[in-house]
């Protein structure tokens, strides 16, 4: 069975920086994309970042482009999310996603085959 499991969410002042994991398990995603949403209350689920097997391959949302990066260790079977310079509108529950199809991670939620079940990140002014 596969499982996603995220960690790193927290309290952080405006400004701060946070890193959030996604430790894969059950299968290995190697050569799938993989993606980081975020929700806030009351708003649709929306695609932040997106990396695929060859590390250099990243994608970003324009919201975030430039203040978070996207990274994974496939040795670890785990994909990151650095947050940096963040700000009250970024408060959310944050979720990773794998995409079992080869190619540009999708930035649709609707692609997404398997889920986290997300860590919450509350940043304050």
């Known amino acids: 069975q596969v499982q996603l499991v995220e960690s790193g969410g927290g309290l952080v002042q405006a400004g701060g920086s946070l890193r959030l994991s996604c430790a894969a398990s059950g299968r290995t995603f190697n050569r799938y994309p993989m993606a980081w949403f975020r929700q806030a209350p009351g708003k649709e689920r929306e695609f932040l970042a997106g990396v695929v097997w060859s590390y250099q391959s990243t994608y970003y949302a324009d919201s975030v482009k430039g203040r978070f990066y996207i990274s994974r260790d496939n040795a670890k079977n785990t994909v990151y999310l650095q947050m940096n310079s963040l700000i009250p509108e970024d408060t959310a529950v944050y979720y990773c996603?794998?995409?079992?199809?080869?190619?540009?991670?999708?930035?649709?939620?609707?692609?997404?085959?398997?889920w986290g079940q997300g860590t919450s990140v509350t940043v304050s002014s």
């Open positions: 996603a794998a995409n079992e199809r080869p190619g540009i991670p999708p930035r649709s939620r609707y692609e997404y085959e398997y």
